[in-house]
């Protein structure tokens, strides 16, 4: 019986699982910065480590990779304003990498929120503003072009974060020229 049971050992070591690692799940991410962003993931079993990889929508030469041990995964050098399509892989033992994650979107924010629209009236001023991924709330600085001076106002924060927003300023100067 002894025999027997280390013929079986020789027989089932060499015998190792040939199998892929799955994909990691729960893809999801948060802007850092207009330069960065943060990929959040649910761990692999099995996992050595991740590799993240990001391509930009519109320009596929705007791509990296960054290798991580475990979740999350910070990109640290991505454009600003853009939309990255992100797969997450978990990496094993053997350095052999597993199923591609669903593709998410990330998009960095802007360099500072672009203006999309202004309505003037004598006395007061209606801006549009861009959707600014992560954004919460803005400071507009208005310039009075005739007195030299200028004021910051500050947009309401609590607004939901990517989502545009109108802003009304008031109490300008009659028919004087503004700069924002």
Request: contains cysteine; charged residues 10%.
């Amino acid at each position: 019986m002894f025999a027997t049971l280390i013929a079986l050992v020789g027989v089932l070591a060499p015998l190792s699982c040939k199998c892929q690692l799955t994909a990691p799940s729960s893809v999801t991410f948060t802007v850092t910065s207009p330069n960065s962003f943060t990929v959040h993931f649910s761990p692999v079993f099995g996992a050595t480590a991740y590799k993240v990889t990001y391509t930009a929508q519109h320009n596929s030469t705007d791509s990296g990779s960054v290798e991580v041990t475990n979740p999350p995964a910070r990109v640290l050098k991505a454009a600003s304003n853009i939309n990255y399509n992100v797969v997450v892989q978990a990496i094993d033992s053997n350095n052999k990498l597993g199923t591609k994650s669903t593709s998410v979107r990330a998009r960095t924010a802007p360099d500072g929120s672009r203006i999309l629209n202004v309505i003037t009236t004598p006395t007061f001023l209606t801006i549009f503003l861009e959707e600014t991924p992560g954004a919460t709330a803005w400071g507009v600085e208005v310039n009075d072009t005739i007195t030299g001076t200028s004021r910051i106002i500050s947009v309401p924060t609590g607004v939901s974060s990517n989502t545009s927003y109108v802003a009304i300023i008031t109490s300008l100067n009659p028919n004087t020229p503004h700069t924002l």
